[in-house]
């Protein structure tokens, strides 16, 4: 489920992009840099550290978030099918035996319900590893930034310029807006992605291939639109709902300067329990709505799966006889095929990838907090 993190990313690349191009944020960064006297090659190593800490959040968060989480949506619960043949008895020793085909034989069937592939990321992780090989956590990343930037591209150009410079409820109208068609134009590219992320790796179909047949393959963008439009709306849903309620609260005006001088402790509370209710609003869209779009739209675009390709986990290829005559499930039933230890098993891996982000950015903060602390203390000291 990359919607949230896209969403975000995005935002913050725009935000950055406007940072870098203002004059008065060129100078507010000399003045920080300034203010603590570091040179140049203590500035060069935060950038370097900065960097690496980045793509070690980007490689977790596509492990856990991406590959683990769409084979655990995918995944079809298997049983295993045991016949027990037994036969009535009831003579005495001396009664002489009768022939077999005489016999009362009873047969009696039964069904075991098999362990998960995926029935935790530690596990899954070691089936990808076992059949795909050492890179198996970064398939299909090269499909992964197609998507996004074709998205991307997009986005930028059916953004209306007009829109930049407009605030509010109508820039989030519009941006919700565009971000949807986007959505909806790529969705192809979209399933290629997944169909690479769930493909058995014996199959060795390039990316490229990947892409052109999704795209020549007709009624794939009219399959996937409804999907499509839902999962984009519950993108803009899970970041616009605590945005709004972050502006109906107040929060949007509270300036660091303020909280940290003129607040007092009473207040503090009140800003922090509104900040508390924005991130249990986020979360809460995110796993009640956000999450069945994803799963959803992911189910669907699996059953699109060519004929001619296994899949990672054991999969229902016709989702119990669901499957249209288009080749692809119907968008209810994507969801009401889900057994309800795998939603919980979803959720739990996504509480997992956030409790692991978290702890490594403070961890970096903590590390690079500490690297200007040193540094200030090994300027102060005297020769």
Known sequence: MTGVHGQVLGHVVRRSVEALSDQKNHENMHR????????????????????????????????????????????????????????????????????????????????TPNQAVTRNARHTMRHLVRRAGPFARWRALPLYFAHHATAGLVTLALSPRRAAHTGGLPMLLVHAAVAILATVL??????????????????????????RGMFARGGVMKSLMLPSVVYAGAQQLTIGMPVVLACVLGVHKVRHGDLAQEFSSAEKTVFALKLVACAATMAFVAVAVLLPAAVTLTRMEASLLPEEEDAMVPFDRTFGARVSELGCVGFVDAWRTVDRVVRLRIVKVYAQLFTMQMVIIILGMMGLASFVAGFKHVQATPN
């Open 32 to 111: 920080f840099f300034a203010r603590y006297e570091l040179p140049n090659w203590a500035v060069g190593g935060i950038a370097v550290y900065a960097v690496v800490f980045a793509i070690l959040l980007a490689s977790i968060r596509y492990t856990i978030g991406d590959v683990i989480a769409t084979l655990m949506m995918v995944e079809t619960p298997s049983t295993t099918e045991t016949l027990t043949i037994s036969t009535s008895d009831n003579k005495t020793p001396l009664e002489k035996e009768p022939l077999l085909d005489t016999e009362a034989l009873t047969v009696t069937a039964s069904s």
């Open 186 to 211: 790529t969705s192809p590219l979209h399933a290629a992605w997944t169909h690479g992320l769930i493909a058995a790796p014996e199959g060795k179909q390039s990316a490229w291939s990947r892409v």
